[in-house]
């Protein structure tokens, strides 16, 4: 059977499948008017009888109410299945919107604050408190929420048989200047003398409990080995002489837009040190104004 095209907006369907008594416990119904699209709310704090509104407009009745009156006598009257109640979404269903939005954010820590924060009561704030703090993931958060509502649009007007032919509005975001962002430490390495690897694990591992990890095939020929710690790592790398301009020891960054971090380091005068390539990543080095060793980095793929 065919399906019947209606322009139902999408955005204001899940936003009244999410609405249930206001403040005062007072209720309001939303319908979805099954010719035009539209959805209609009916109830609230209202001076007449949304279930009996009567055949004339109350005297007595505000003038911001005709049209909240003329909705509730269109319901009132219905024989024929022109509007349908919209079904309510559960609390928890909002949650769970969260909780998947959670399971997506790459940043470890990040994501482990908003697991804390959607954990136990006060969930939406806590959660709302903890995006504020990254623009990109509220952002992101803003998109994922609403396109996940809307399925919920979608699928109940699947269950009516009929396809929405509504289009969301295009928004025209101004063209705004680019702004490097460092996202979290990636690793960071020490030195122990060369061929002291042995030592180094004895004590790292055996003694200070860390697990060791494999380094890339690419890498192993220049010794020294790995640790993880938490969700960060270590590197043991080694060397001989204390000439600082030399040094392996550096804090590697992970960044975004790696490509356009080259062109303004390179348009400020900092010579960039290619990286011996690693699978999985895109990354390079640069030494700082006092000889330290910098690394930038960005997983691909």
């Known amino acids: 059977m065919a399906k019947k095209k209606l322009n139902v907006d999408l955005d204001a369907l899940a936003e009244a499948m999410e609405q249930g008594d206001n403040m005062l416990g007072i209720e309001t119904t939303y319908y979805l008017d099954n010719v035009t699209g539209e959805i209609k709310a009916v109830g609230g704090d209202l001076s007449f009888d949304v279930d009996d509104p009567g055949d004339e407009f109350p005297e007595d009745a505000n ?9 509730a006598k269109a319901v009132a009257d219905d024989t024929r299945g022109r509007f349908i109640e919209v079904d309510r979404r559960e609390t928890h269903d909002a949650w769970q919107v969260m ?9 470890p820590h990040l994501r482990q604050r908003l697991e804390r924060a959607i954990a136990g009561k006060g969930a939406f704030r806590r959660f709302k408190d903890e995006l504020y703090s990254d623009k990109d993931v509220k952002e992101k958060w803003f998109a994922f929420e609403q396109e996940t509502k ?58 200070m409990g860390l697990s060791e990890i494999e380094k890339p095939k690419a890498l192993q020929a220049r010794g020294g080995l790995w640790l993880r710690v938490g ?32 062109d303004r380091l390179e348009k400020a005068g900092v010579k960039i ?20 060793r910098v690394e930038l980095i960005q997983p691909v793929g």
Do not use: M
């Not at 929405?164 to 101004?174: D, G, L, N, R």
């Not at 600082?244 to 960054?253: M, P």
């Not at 290619?274 to 640069?286: C, H, K, L, N, T």
């Open 150 to 207: 809307r399925e919920w649009a979608r699928e109940w007007l699947e269950e009516l048989e009929i396809e929405s032919t509504w289009s969301p509005p295009v928004v025209k975001q101004k063209a705004a200047d680019w702004k490097p962002k460092i996202i979290c430490l990636h690793h960071a390495q020490i030195t122990v003398p060369a061929g002291q690897e042995a030592a180094a694990r004895e004590f790292y591992c055996n003694v």
């Open 231 to 262: 969700d960060l790592q270590v590197h043991i790398g080694t060397e001989t002489g204390g000439d600082r301009s030399a040094t392996k020891s550096h804090l590697a960054y992970q960044v975004t837009d790696i490509a356009k971090w080259r």
């Open 273 to 292: 040190l290619d990286s011996v390539a690693i699978p999985g990543f895109e990354r390079f080095e640069f030494r700082d104004p006092f000889g330290n």
């Open 99 to 107: 909780a998947d939005f959670v399971t997506e954010v790459t940043d």
């Open 63 to 71: 003038d911001w109410e005709r049209v909240p009156w003329e909705d």
